[in-house]
């Protein structure tokens, strides 16, 4: 199947720490209405081998009106999940032909993906996910990627998707976020505050109060931050959004 428009451009990052695996079981449905149809269920898989230990969770979305989007995404989660702990794997035997014994101390490498769900209806869905990965050293390290789009459009949503045209959508998000990170300068680095600029590519996800944008590791804030994340409230982007997303707001 042809889908463009969702292809990543990059490959998942190795070198990557959970600032909390976000445990998540059984059926997640969609926030907003009283019998939902669209939904989605978490598979579960352990690896526990002399390289290798971990769990993933692998979102199952499941009762959307396009067959063929659905079972993409389902095949595009598994995909990428199945590649990171592989490529986790073939590093950890790497390492144990470099170091040969002493490599015990270290190993098993671990690898674990987990996620949750920022909103889901039968329009929007927006899924982050955690990958973490420890491959030696002092702790691990941890990456969030996510996934949103428009069920209706069939389309991967950035940032000024949700937005109507001329909005100036970037200063809004960059001024709210600096707001906060003002009010908690302890868990940021200074340098970084007159450097924030958010652009379409930046990643985020949607929930039923807001728009929340995120940074990786160490981009404005020291490893004890963890993933900084920042919820900028619908009600304050409100005369800038498209009818379709101050709905989320509207059912909330």
Not at 90 to 112: D, I
Request: hydrophobic share 45%.
């Amino acid at each position: 199947m042809e889908r463009g428009w969702l292809r990543r451009g990059h490959h998942l990052i190795l070198w990557c720490l959970i600032a909390g695996i976000l445990a998540l079981a059984g059926q997640l449905t969609v926030q907003a209405g009283p019998e939902p149809e669209v939904v989605i269920t978490s598979k579960a898989v352990t690896y526990e081998t002399e390289l290798l230990a971990g769990e993933v969770r692998v979102p199952v979305i499941a009762g959307l009106s396009d067959s063929e989007l659905e079972g993409f995404l389902n095949s595009q989660w598994e995909m990428e999940i199945k590649e990171f702990v592989e490529a986790i794997g073939v590093e950890a035997e790497a390492f144990r032909r470099e170091l040969g014994e002493e490599s015990k101390h270290w190993l098993p490498f671990q690898a674990y993906v987990d996620f949750r769900i920022g909103y889901l209806d039968e329009r929007f869905v927006s899924v982050p996910m955690v990958y973490y990965c420890y491959t030696g050293g002092a702790h691990g390290m941890s990456f969030q990627v996510s996934t949103n789009i428009d069920l209706a459009e069939g389309t991967r949503l950035n940032l000024e998707d949700l937005f109507l045209p001329g909005y100036d959508w970037a200063g809004a998000i960059t001024e709210e976020v600096n707001r906060q990170r003002a009010a908690n300068a302890d868990y940021y680095f200074d340098e970084t505050m007159a450097e924030t600029v958010i652009l379409s590519d930046h990643p985020f996800y949607l929930t039923a109060q807001g728009v929340v944008v995120y940074f990786g590791l160490y981009e404005i804030a020291p490893y004890s931050t963890g993933i900084p994340e920042f919820v900028v409230p619908y009600e304050y982007l409100w005369e800038g959004l498209k009818t379709e997303i101050q709905a989320i707001a509207e059912v909330k």
